[in-house]
């Protein structure tokens, strides 16, 4: 049994990491509440936009705009999102295996010819894929500092760019989808060549009439590119709100573990105490006895 010096020591130490657990769950339960609002916010407009778009380019040709192009997938880029900050249980780690996950099953081939790029937002991603010699393009970190629409459409913008210009035959993103603080689901989606609406979605929205002006090809030539920087930005908002969530609850997990330890470091304490008097009165009756004696 531990002696009481190295108990004690244990029981101050654990307390100090509790005091700490609870503060950053204080403060992921006040970011959150914010990062929750963003993205609650967004979510009706981009999920408009997103159907209004896709009604619109049913009648389109594939070559009305340079952004719904189909080629043949020989330069993948993949956006990983993830955050910069750790002790967000596996929040990061879910993301880049997912996106890893995404580039062996569909994309090795170009992988093994040297063919596949990452744009990663995020500090934690940024390291892994630089650790390993990926071809990171870039440094997106600072877009935490000041998250709004204008500095997410710098990125999206240059990513636009690759692919217009064939840098990129096809983008695709990962991210985490944020439900509520305790639930954030990955997500993988291609966002260029923009994907055609599903089959299923078409019939949805085939009977929806929209009266046009200017034209229909003018108005799609000006929604495709918003279009597109929404949604990255709606992935970072996401993302964002996933972070803090899935942060406040680690926190809340390692403060219950903390508790946990300090009841059975106390009960330690204790019996090592007990056992320590114990001892000290045997020597004492021993003691008198061999005196008496």
Same mark, same amino acid.
Not at 131 to 136: D, L, T
Not at 224 to 227: R, T, V, Y
């Given at each position: 049994m531990a002696n009481l010096k190295e108990v004690r020591n244990r029981i101050k130490s654990v307390s100090s990491t509790q005091q700490i657990t609870k503060a950053m769950k204080m403060v992921s339960a006040a970011k959150l509440k914010r990062a929750t609002n963003a993205i609650v916010q967004l979510r009706p407009y981009?999920?408009?936009?997103k159907e209004l778009l896709a009604n619109l380019s049913q009648s389109l040709e594939d070559g009305s705009s340079p952004y719904l192009q189909e080629r043949e997938p020989v330069r993948i880029l993949v956006v990983v999102v993830s955050s910069n900050r750790g002790l967000a249980g596996a929040f990061n780690a879910n993301v880049i295996k997912t996106a890893n996950n995404l580039i062996a099953e569909k994309y090795s081939k170009q992988l093994a010819a040297g063919n596949v790029s990452i744009v990663a937002i995020g500090k934690k991603s940024q390291e892994f894929?630089?650790?390993? =010699?990926?071809?990171?393009?870039g440094n997106n970190n600072d877009l935490y500092l000041d998250l709004n629409f204008e500095n997410a459409?710098?990125?999206t913008e240059s990513i636009m760019e690759g692919f217009v210009h064939g840098k990129y035959d096809r983008v695709e993103l990962v991210y985490n989808h944020f439900r509520n603080a305790a639930v954030q689901y990955l997500v993988a989606e291609q966002l260029l060549p923009v994907p055609k609406p599903d089959k299923k979605d078409a019939v949805k929205t085939a009977n929806v009439d929209y009266i046009l002006e200017p034209s229909q090809e003018e108005i799609v030539e000006q929604l495709?590119?918003?279009?597109i920087k929404i949604q990255l930005y709606r992935a970072v908002l996401d993302s964002n709100a996933s972070e803090h969530g899935a942060r406040m609850t680690a926190m809340d997990k390692a403060t219950e573990n903390a508790g946990d330890l300090? =009841?059975?470091?106390?009960?330690?304490?204790?019996?090592a105490r007990q056992a320590a008097i114990t001892t000290e009165l045997t020597e004492i009756v021993s003691g008198a006895a061999a005196l008496a004696g």
């Open positions: 981009a999920n408009k936009l894929y630089e650790r390993r =010699k990926y071809n990171v393009i459409s710098k990125i495709i590119p918003k279009n300090l =009841k059975a470091l106390k009960l330690s304490y204790n019996q």
